[in-house]
């Protein structure tokens, strides 16, 4: 998939954002073809070198940028030569939503295993053990604590589960397995 086909997608955009930030975002969003200093990214986007140093290390580190490096034979300089490498980047979602669909499974397990009890007062969350402890009485506020029903939550995360699963075109809990431990 080319570069502007991948900035045209609002999912693509929206990751990178999350990566870099909003004072990052013009420096992911204008791939150069071929290599790039981070002088020449800072001068032609109108963007303070260090913002841009910066979104290029995350790309970087997220293995959406490489660089190599040649030193000035005069001076003794290093110059940072940098690419951008945004072909990985739907693999790199399909394995973000991977992760994603493991914590919810576990949250939700967690939500299911678990009675809470919650003040009304605080809005603090206590498990069954912890509100025993405390004599189902807030700590903070001496509040008696209540049943907290969490069958929404759960339903939610069932939900968001479903989509998930949906997008990753898994069709059981086998398929979930093989996938996410490969």
């Known amino acids: 998939m ?22 990052g975002m013009p420096v992911a969003a204008a791939p150069p073809d071929g290599e790039v200093t981070d002088e020449e990214l800072a001068e032609e986007l109108g963007l303070e070198l260090n913002d841009v140093r910066r979104a290029l290390f995350i790309l970087y580190e997220n293995d959406l940028a490489s660089y190599r490096r040649l030193r000035d034979e005069d001076s003794g300089w290093l110059t940072y030569l940098w690419t951008f490498e945004y072909d990985s980047i739907p693999e790199q979602l399909e394995s973000e939503m991977h992760r994603l669909l493991d914590a919810l499974n576990e949250r939700k397990q967690y939500e299911q ?3 809470f009890y919650l ?4 809005q603090l969350r206590f498990e069954f053990g912890e509100a025993m402890e405390f004599g189902f009485e807030c700590p903070q506020c001496g509040s ?4 907290m029903e969490n069958s929404r939550l759960v339903d939610a995360m069932e939900r968001r589960i479903e989509e998930l699963r949906e997008e990753l075109n898994i069709t059981d809990e086998t398929d979930a397995d093989e996938v996410t431990d490969a």
């Open 144 to 147: 008696q604590l209540e049943t």
């Open 119 to 122: 003040c009304g007062q605080c």
């Open 2 to 23: 080319a570069f502007e086909e991948l900035l045209n997608d609002p999912v693509i955009q929206k990751y990178l954002h999350e990566l870099v930030g909003p004072t």
């Open 113 to 115: 295993d678990n009675e």
